[in-house]
């Protein structure tokens, strides 16, 4: 069972990642450099706070 749970949360995981790279594509570069971002991290970022539990 825990294959199978892994197989899933992997996929929420994703899901995650990319509703949460999506809103931070919409902000403006001014408002990422104010939270300390550039375009180039939002793939990796995105990836990384979407995983954690």
């Not at 995981?13 to 594509?25: C, E, P, S, T």
């Not at 919409?26 to 706070?49: F, H, Q, T, V």
Request: net charge positive.
């Amino acid at each position: 069972m825990s294959g199978f749970s892994n197989f899933f949360g992997g996929i929420a995981d994703g899901v995650r990642a990319a509703r949460l790279y999506n809103q931070l594509d919409r902000m403006s570069d001014r408002r990422l450099a104010d939270i300390g971002l550039s375009r180039e991290d939002l793939p990796r970022k995105a990836s990384e706070w979407s995983s954690r539990r």
